[in-house]
């Protein structure tokens, strides 16, 4: 699977959107991005995935790029509740494996 | 409602003793999985079984044995090999061997401790 480099850290006010960008710029036609989340202590949590059309679901909007070599997760109204790390991972549909990288720590400001 | 636990959520043991930490899905998930994570690490597979009675090294399994004996149930115990046991581990699970859209459960982990 392809790698991925995420910045270490992001903090994001209350109410506003929250971006999170990665890079996957050796990405393969044949993987897809997965977005999860960790809130401290527990474990990660399936947020979205996307090939190459935008996604959106009731948690948030993946956009990936048409060179397909980044993408970016979108929390549309951030909480206190969404302070947690944010893993990009890619993953071959079918690969029984998905492989964790250390990820964003997203802190959401009051 | 269906889901995954994993048991106990902390644990203590001394050095040299081998420890199991369990994990049960009654998610009727084919695939199931060990992760280890350390403070400010990401997660690191330890072992993977897609089927009953059937089971992979994962990147880090030195240390480390399995079993899956039961579609529900994959225990991991950690052996007095393992250098550096100390860690949060996780347990997870698909509904078959990555053939899905949704990836993976996960349980709410073990913090196990060797002292």
């Known amino acids: 699977d392809a790698k991925t480099t995420q910045p270490t850290s992001m903090d994001c006010a209350e109410g506003r959107a929250a971006n999170l960008p990665c890079n996957h710029s050796t990405i393969s036609g044949n993987e897809y991005v997965y977005w999860y989340r960790q809130i401290h202590s527990q474990g990660p949590q399936y947020i979205i995935h996307?090939?190459?059309n935008n996604e959106t679901n009731e948690m948030a909007s993946l956009i990936i790029t048409e060179d397909r070599k980044s993408s970016t997760l979108i929390l549309p109204h951030a909480t206190l509740r969404d302070t947690a790390v944010y893993y990009c991972?890619?993953?071959?549909?079918?690969?029984?494996?998905?492989?964790f990288g250390t990820g964003t720590r997203l802190t959401i400001i009051p | 409602d269906g889901g995954i636990t994993q048991s106990p959520k902390y644990l203590f043991r001394k050095e040299g003793q081998n420890v199991t930490l369990s994990c049960e899905q009654n998610?009727?998930?084919?695939?199931m999985y060990w992760y280890r994570q350390d403070p400010g690490q990401g997660l690191r597979l330890i072992y993977y079984s897609q089927i009953v009675n059937d089971f992979q090294k994962g990147d880090i399994a030195e240390g480390y044995s399995v079993s899956r004996e039961k579609k529900e149930s994959f225990p991991l115990t950690v052996t007095s090999a393992q250098k550096n046991p100390t860690a949060f581990y996780l347990c997870?699970?698909?509904?078959?061997?990555?053939?899905?859209?949704?990836?993976?459960?996960f349980g709410s982990g073990t913090r196990l401790t060797v002292v």
């Open positions: 998610l009727n998930h084919d695939a």
């Open positions: 996307g090939l190459k």
């Open positions: 997870a699970s698909s509904i078959d061997g990555g053939g899905t859209f949704y990836g993976y459960t």
């Open positions: 991972i890619v993953r071959v549909f079918g690969n029984e494996k998905l492989t």
